[in-house]
């Protein structure tokens, strides 16, 4: 995971909301930061074929919505602002909206119209470098097209719902625009799933490691999976509202039959918010028990140099002792007085020793 990605986040919308200040409502500006020139992926399909291809205009795009078949038009590049345009003015969507599209730290939400469906949900994915990365992603239901607008091109998680529109044994392209939305929702859940399963085992790792070995530095990494689950938090909370208004909401678009399967969705999002909630309590715990650990290690290295101290107190008394510069103490005149010093002092070691063991203060 890459730790910059909440600061990053952060950095992006305060740099960019800048944009905005003093525009009336409506006004587009494309909130993000990838500079990326238009590419729509255009895939055309029924029950009999399936056909890819790039174009790089909205006219082109446009341009292969037909009757007889669905379209799934994948819009990369949010930045064309004027290519945008022309996808609201054939869709009929007003700039309020069209401003939601653009917005990539626009919340998670749905919108109910007439004749489309909107949904903004973020996306989440690990990128080739390792990276957990966050994209906003529009989605605009139409009667026989599908409209997803995407920051940038070459990385998504919608590779699966390609290969199986490709396949002709499957029923996937037997069934209309509103099976091909939930798809899209589905890849984006299932993703959520694969994130908190690697969040989930560094925190079962690092819980160990606090246990077994406790260091100085975990503390930062508790911070960091603290900020990572609280990010985790903000994206994906709202897509089970976003899910759960798709399928309670009677619209045209949705058949009742592909009602049952966003219910399904929406059952998948409500275990994924409730894991991000057992989160955050083992992740406050986990400081807990941080704490306790290292107030514990600190505990066990001060009892050790305090039996230590205790075996040489009487040791050192014996040699202070001795050491004093007086002429008459007879024991300096025998010839058996050193060794015997030394034997009294090694059995008072041991004898110790011995005793600090049956305490079980060892």
Same mark, same amino acid.
């Given at each position: 995971m890459s730790k910059t990605i909440v600061s990053t986040a952060k950095k992006k919308q305060k740099a960019n909301r800048a944009k905005k200040v003093g525009l009336p409502a409506g006004s587009l500006v494309y909130f993000g930061e /990838?500079? *990326?020139?238009?590419?729509?992926?255009? %895939?055309?399909?029924?029950?009999?074929?399936? +056909?890819?291809? /790039?174009?790089?205009?909205?006219?082109?795009?446009?341009?292969?919505?037909?009757?007889?078949?669905?379209?799934?038009?994948?819009?990369?590049?949010?930045?064309?602002i004027e290519e945008v345009k022309k996808l609201g003015a054939y869709t009929q969507l007003n700039n309020l909206l069209l401003e939601d599209v653009l917005d990539t730290e626009h919340r998670p939400k749905v919108e109910i119209l007439d004749n489309h469906i909107l949904v903004i949900i973020k996306m989440l994915y690990y990128g080739k470098d390792g990276q957990l990365l966050s994209e906003h992603l529009a989605l605009l239901l139409g009667s026989n097209y599908l409209i997803t607008f995407q920051e940038s091109e070459g990385e998504d998680v919608f590779e699966p719902v390609r290969k199986r529109l490709q396949n002709t044994e499957t029923s996937f392209r037997k069934r209309k625009t509103d099976y091909l939305l939930f798809g899209l929702l589905d890849a984006i859940v299932d993703n959520y799933f694969v994130i908190l399963d690697k969040v989930t085992e560094r925190i079962e790792?690092? @819980?160990?490691?606090? %246990?077994? #070995? $406790? *260091?100085?530095?975990? %503390?930062?990494?508790?911070?960091?999976?603290?900020?990572?689950?609280?990010?985790?938090?903000?994206?994906?909370?709202?897509?089970?509202?976003?899910?759960?208004?798709? @399928? *309670?909401? $009677? #619209?045209?678009?949705?058949? &009742?039959?592909? /009602?049952?399967?966003?219910?399904?969705? #929406?059952? #998948?999002?409500? +275990?994924?918010? @409730?894991?991000?909630?057992?989160?955050?309590?083992?992740?406050?715990?986990?400081?807990?028990?941080?704490m306790g650990a290292m107030s514990n290690k600190m505990n066990n290295?001060?009892? =050790?140099?305090? =039996?230590?101290?205790?075996?040489?107190?009487?040791?050192?008394?014996?040699?202070?002792?001795?050491?004093?510069?007086?002429?008459?103490?007879? @024991?300096?005149?025998?010839?058996?007085?050193? $060794?015997? &010093?030394?034997?009294?002092m090694l059995g008072i070691s041991v004898a110790m020793i011995f005793y600090f063991k049956q305490k079980k203060w060892f």
């Open positions: /990838k500079e *990326k020139p238009l590419n729509i992926e255009v %895939i055309t399909y029924n029950e009999s074929s399936c +056909q890819f291809k /790039k174009v790089f205009s909205a006219a082109d795009a446009l341009n292969t919505i037909g009757d007889g078949y669905i379209t799934w038009l994948n819009v990369n590049g949010l930045n064309n790792v690092i @819980e160990d490691e606090i %246990i077994a #070995h $406790p *260091k100085e530095d975990m %503390i930062s990494e508790i911070q960091f999976l603290k900020k990572t689950a609280i990010f985790l938090q903000k994206s994906i909370i709202p897509s089970r509202e976003v899910v759960n208004k798709i @399928e *309670k909401s $009677p #619209h045209w678009l949705i058949e &009742v039959d592909t /009602k049952h399967y966003f219910r399904d969705l #929406h059952d #998948h999002t409500v +275990q994924i918010v @409730e894991t991000l909630a057992t989160y955050r309590d083992i992740l406050w715990g986990l400081t807990d028990t941080y290295i001060m009892r =050790l140099l305090t =039996l230590i101290s205790t075996i040489f107190i009487p040791l050192t008394f014996i040699v202070g002792v001795y050491g004093m510069n007086f002429k008459y103490m007879p @024991e300096l005149e025998l010839w058996w007085a050193y $060794p015997l &010093v030394w034997g009294i």
